[in-house]
């Protein structure tokens, strides 16, 4: 059985809190996709109305929010959960200032679940990790043209990235944008 999310976790994932009824149940190890969802391994003890923590620096965001909805994701190959996908409600009780989240409609750019949109650009994250980082997309293009025509034609296979083995080891930061990127694409959550 294959588990993306199992391979993608080590190398860009989120330290996430888990608490019910005020106790502190787990923290698990998952990928943060946006302010309303994030992803956590298929066994996490995570409950409809259990409350997460969520500290992500690059976010600006220390929050802990209430789940409403908890859907499986299948494994590529085979039987089984490959892992969960995690809703927050809109009235979350933040961590140390108040603030509430009403969304109304589709989250343009989400590429997951209840929200995935067909106008999804390919590497859209990708080029926002790299402007982040202090560079510009243009810096990266023939990066960038080689994995958006590789998934437009679905031909991610074994070794296409190889010959940008150095740039990825030169910043490595952008290899988890990649990471995350191809995930989406694997799982089938990235419409062309």
């Given at each position: 059985?294959?588990?993306?999310?199992?391979?993608?976790?080590?190398?860009?994932?989120?330290?996430?809190?888990?608490?019910?009824?005020?106790?502190?149940?787990?923290?698990?190890?998952?990928?943060?996709?946006?302010?309303?969802?994030?992803?956590?391994?298929?066994?996490?003890?995570?409950?409809?109305?259990?409350?997460?923590?969520?500290?992500?620096?690059i976010?600006?965001?220390?929050?802990t929010?209430?789940?409403?909805?908890?859907?499986?994701?299948?494994?590529?190959?085979?039987?089984?959960?490959?892992?969960?996908?995690?809703?927050?409600?809109s009235?979350?009780?933040?961590?140390?200032?108040?603030?509430?989240?009403?969304?109304?409609?589709?989250?343009?750019?989400?590429?997951?679940?209840?929200?995935?949109?067909?106008?999804?650009?390919?590497?859209?994250?990708?080029?926002?990790?790299?402007?982040?980082?202090?560079?510009?997309?243009?810096?990266?293009?023939?990066?960038?043209?080689?994995l958006?025509?590789?998934?437009?034609?679905?031909?991610?296979?074994?070794?296409?990235?190889?010959?940008?083995?150095?740039?990825?080891?030169?910043?490595?930061?952008?290899?988890?944008?990649?990471?995350?990127?191809?995930?989406?694409?694997?799982?089938?959550?990235?419409?062309?």
């Amino acid at each position: 059985m294959l588990r993306v999310f199992d391979r993608l976790v080590p190398a860009v994932g989120k330290i996430f809190t888990i608490i019910r009824n005020g106790e502190h149940i787990a923290q698990v190890k998952g990928l943060y996709q946006n302010k309303n969802q994030i992803d956590l391994p298929f066994n996490a003890d995570v409950k409809v109305g259990d409350q997460i923590y969520i500290c992500i620096k690059i976010e600006s965001l220390d929050e802990t929010k209430t789940v409403s909805n908890i859907e499986k994701r299948p494994v590529l190959k085979g039987e089984g959960i490959d892992h969960l996908s995690i809703y927050f409600n809109s009235d979350s009780s933040p961590h140390s200032s108040s603030m509430n989240i009403t969304i109304n409609g589709n989250a343009i750019g989400s590429a997951f679940g209840r929200n995935a949109v067909s106008n999804y650009t390919v590497y859209n994250t990708v080029e926002q990790t790299i402007i982040e980082n202090g560079f510009k997309p243009e810096d990266f293009k023939e990066l960038l043209d080689a994995l958006k025509e590789a998934m437009q034609n679905d031909k991610c296979t074994k070794g296409f990235l190889a010959k940008f083995s150095d740039t990825l080891a030169k910043h490595s930061w952008l290899s988890g944008a990649i990471a995350q990127e191809l995930f989406r694409y694997f799982s089938g959550m990235i419409i062309r």
